[in-house]
Antibody, heavy 124, light 110 residues
């Protein structure tokens, strides 16, 4: 069974850092582009970042560009999101999601597998 | 302010049909496939429609999708109370080089 499990969410002060992880199982992880999508409390979905299957291509939303780094370790079947200089507006549930078919970022948002999410709260 | 525009809410009676619109521009919907997601409170989104109109395995044919120009539409027939959820459209924006979602539409089955 395909599965994604996020971890690393926590309460952090403004300006702080966190590293989120997403452990994948049940599929050939390195064959698929992977993404982070977040959802602030009571708000809609926001695309955050995408990483190609080989890890060489990365894309970021303007809201996190320069403060977040997406990466992956295909030997560990794990996706990461390093978040620095955190702001109150970064408070959200962060989901990792798998591309249905493609190994590259820039295709349709065919996210056929999602994790349960991990909560990041930025507050003093 | 979302790049893709959806109505905040729609409602219809059980058994009826409802449509949810998603409006964008040439750089996103106009040149890329649209996906639709269903989300129940407190749970992760679920892929409902991909490549404008295709349904993943397990999604009933009561759900349909279409695209015309820079707009897409999700249709749900034979509404059930269990369809009450938030629905999101999403696509890639070729000019911004980012993924974009609509603001979401809350479906109420009266």
């Amino acid at each position: 069974e395909m599965q994604l499990l996020e971890s690393g969410g926590d309460l952090v002060q403004p300006g702080g850092s966190l590293r989120l992880s997403c452990a994948a199982s049940g599929f050939t992880f390195g064959s698929y582009a992977m993404y982070w999508v977040r959802q602030a409390p009571g708000k809609g979905l926001e695309w955050v970042s995408g990483n190609s299957g080989g890890g060489g291509s990365t894309y970021y939303a303007d809201s996190v560009k320069g403060r977040c780094t997406i990466s992956r370790d295909n030997s560990k079947n794990t996706l990461y999101l390093q978040m620095d200089s955190l702001r109150a507006e970064d408070t959200a549930v962060y989901y990792c999601a798998k591309d249905r078919l493609h190994g590259y970022v820039g295709g349709p948002l065919d996210f056929d597998l999602w994790g349960r999410g991990t909560l990041v709260t930025v507050s003093s | 302010q979302s790049v893709l525009t959806q109505p905040p809410s729609v409602s219809a009676a059980p058994g009826q049909r409802v449509t949810i619109s998603c409006s964008g521009s040439r750089s996103n919907i106009g040149n890329n496939y649209v996906s639709w997601f269903q989300q129940f409170p407190g749970t992760a989104p679920k892929l409902l429609i991909y490549e404008n109109s295709k349904r993943p395995s397990g999604i009933p044919d009561r759900f349909s999708g279409s695209k015309s120009g820079t707009s897409a539409t999700l249709g749900i027939t034979g509404l059930q109370t269990g369809d009450e959820a938030d629905y999101y459209c999403g696509t890639w924006d070729s000019s911004l080089s980012v993924g974009v979602f609509g603001g979401g539409t809350k479906l109420t089955v009266l």
